[in-house]
Every structure is written in structure tokens, then in C-alpha cells.
């Protein structure tokens, strides 16, 4: 069986004795200065990096011994320089896109408005079209009316399709009475009033 150790990066000694804050922080002031158009100190890759525990014991170097060494003096104020850098990266970062984020609320804010501008213009314009047809076949209609109703325009409306004693109550009540025949019953298919009919007709 073999023993398994620790890998760089796993939490090992070797990564206890690292100050990956004071790494990053590094990092950062470079990308800054190189950002702004800073040359970066070529002396701080050759510098040995400082305990995390020291520096946070000192971090603004007021009581710092006379007797710190020139290397750790630097890598201290490397740290104040980057601290003040992202600092006022953060601050800067934060109020452009707090700027950038008014911005974007306006302008969707101004197109919102703007549809809402156009709906209500399509929609007066509709109703305006709709009301205009309406009026339109209102007055055709009404034209239609008074053209019909107008006894000039039609001269078929003079003529009279009733009697003037159409609806009396006692009509035809004596009219034709005595030229009425009697019904009679002939027993005789020759001599029926069908058969004379029949023979009249289709026989002659």
C-alpha cells in the first residue's frame, strides 16, 4: 500500500505557509497599473512573500520595528497601494454601473412609452374609421328612407289594392245566393257531374 499525500492546492504545508490575499492583491495592483499605463515593478517577483499572519499583526506599518527588513517594507506598501487601488476600482466600478443601470431604466422607460403612445394612436385612429363608416351607413341608409317615402319617386304607390268596403263586416253576404246550385247525388257513374266534366274535356 502507498501512502496518498497532499497535492499543491489541497491545503498541504506548502499552502499554509502561502499568502494567497497578499498573492491576489498583487495580482490585482498589476492589472490595475497595467490597466492606467503604470509600469509594474519588475522587483516584486523577486520579493519573498511575507507571512499572512505578520501582515495582518501590522497592516499600516505604524509600529513596524526599526529593524523590518527592506523586502517586507516593500511588499508592505506594495499592499497599502493595492488596497487603495481596488478601493477606488471598486468605487469607480460601482457608480458606472450605477450610472449605466439609470440609464438603461430611462431608456427602456422612454420606449415603454413610446409604445404606449402608439397603441393609443392606432387605436384613436380605429376608432375614429369605425365611427366614420358607422355615420356613412347611417346616412345612406337614412337617404334610402326618405327616397321610398317620397310618393314624387314612386309612382306605384298611387295605385289602390283595396276596395273601399274590403274590411265592412256584413261583406258578399247576399251576392250570388240565388244563382247557387244545390249539390245533388246521381247514383250513376255516367251521368255524374265528374263523368260530364271528364267527357267534356278530354272526349270532344
Known sequence: MTLKTRQPGQGGVADE????????????????AKKKGIPASSDDDDAPSVPKR??????AGDGADEDESPEAKRRRLILEEARDVDADSDGSSSESSEEEDDDDDEDETAE???ELEKIKRERAEQKA????????????????EIARGNPLLNPKDFNVKRRWDDDVVFKNQARGVDDKKS??????????????RFMSRYVR
Open 112 to 114: 415603454l412609452m413610446r
Open 17 to 32: 505557509q502561502r499568502d494567497l490575499r497578499a498573492e491576489l492583491l498583487k495580482a490585482e495592483a498589476a492589472h490595475f
Open 183 to 196: 249539390k245533388e247525388f246521381v247514383n250513376d257513374l255516367l251521368r255524374s257531374d265528374f263523368h260530364k
Open 54 to 59: 505578520q501582515l495582518e499583526d501590522d497592516p
Open 129 to 144: 374609421k369605425e365611427e366614420a363608416e358607422k355615420a356613412a351607413q347611417e346616412q345612406e341608409e337614412r337617404e334610402y
